[in-house]
């Protein structure tokens, strides 16, 4: 049986995991810097990328440092078409396509479809 500290515990690792994800998107070194095992650390972080509470608080997070920067998705999507550009004009394939798969990722291309 769970006690009501223990369900206090897990909300606050659940939390630091969403902060510490938010600082590079790498689920398995947050979930270890978070203080989960690193032996399961992806199999811990695929999951708690799946709750609902960890992805509302990871979402805050985003919109709050974008507010503290002061950025918008459209600023965003414009300079990674410029620097797209700027790879085209330079010939170079591979930042050209770096720059399409992020653009790809921004836009929601690559989720899975209900």
Do not use: H, W
Not at 3 to 8: E, I, K, L, P, V
Not at 67 to 72: K, Y
């Amino acid at each position: 049986m769970r006690t009501r500290n223990s369900d206090r515990g897990r909300g606050a690792k659940q939390t630091r995991f969403a902060r510490e994800y938010a600082v590079d998107c790498n689920g398995a070194a947050a979930a270890v810097r978070a203080g989960y095992s690193p032996r399961s650390a992806k199999v811990t972080a695929s999951r708690l990328l799946t709750k609902a509470n960890v992805r509302r608080a990871l979402r805050q997070i985003q919109q709050e440092d974008a507010a503290r920067l002061s950025l918008s998705r459209e600023a965003v999507i414009g300079q990674l078409q410029d620097a797209i550009e700027f790879a085209r004009v330079k010939q170079d394939p591979s930042a050209m396509i770096l720059g399409l798969r992020e653009l790809g990722r921004m836009m929601g291309y690559y989720e899975a479809k209900d």
